[in-house]
């Protein structure tokens, strides 16, 4: 059920990033494990998306990660708060990345309304790429680590959604990105509440 690293070695970065909407993303912190699956998801197409941390092959200690062979984490702090994960593809050389905004949790529950500090369960305790991260354990002690290893990986359990049921947008928090932030490279399943709806 584990994917694979052929499932991340390809360069197509959108139609991973569509493709990643249903399997689900786990982590194993102390031997708990917490997860559920993937319901929205923001490409980042290498060195020609001005959106990209890579963007004209910008190689920096950061965004060292995204240069990796896909099938690892990239995972980076956001204006010196969030943890944000992120799933690397292509090949190495190629800095593709796709980021994780929202599960759906199904196990672990309590351990994810622990970690974000919640009394009660709500849709907000995934949504958001900062929230999703922090609710699954995920840090930056994470980054490069291989998603087919034990620590953070994604499952195919037989989950999938229609043409119909997903939504391509643009991505959010791109504005510097010009023409780049208008581009549909966000996923998300619609009629969600764990993901945001515009």
Known sequence: MKLTEDFYTHN?????????????LFTCIDGVIS??????????????????????????????????????????????????FNVVTSVEGEPH????????????IDVMMARRNLKAFKPSITCGPGSCAKALGITRQMNANSLTGGVVWIE??????????????????VDYA??????????FVKGSPFAKKK
């Open 156 to 173: 195919d359990r037989g989950l999938s959604f229609t043409d119909e049921e997903i939504m391509a947008a643009p991505r959010i928090g």
């Open 35 to 84: 997860g559920g699956y993937i319901l929205e998801s923001e490409a980042y197409n290498g060195v020609v998306d001005k959106a990209s941390h890579a963007f004209g092959g910008k190689q920096t200690p950061r965004t060292q990660t995204m240069f990796g062979q896909g099938g690892i984490a990239y995972v980076y702090l956001c204006y010196g708060i969030h943890e944000m």
């Open 178 to 187: 010009g023409d780049d932030a208008l581009l549909p490279y966000r996923f």
């Open 12 to 24: 197509d970065v959108l139609g991973i990033a569509r493709n990643l909407l249903g399997k689900y």
């Open 97 to 108: 990345a796709i980021l994780i905004r929202a599960i759906v949790p199904t196990e672990g």
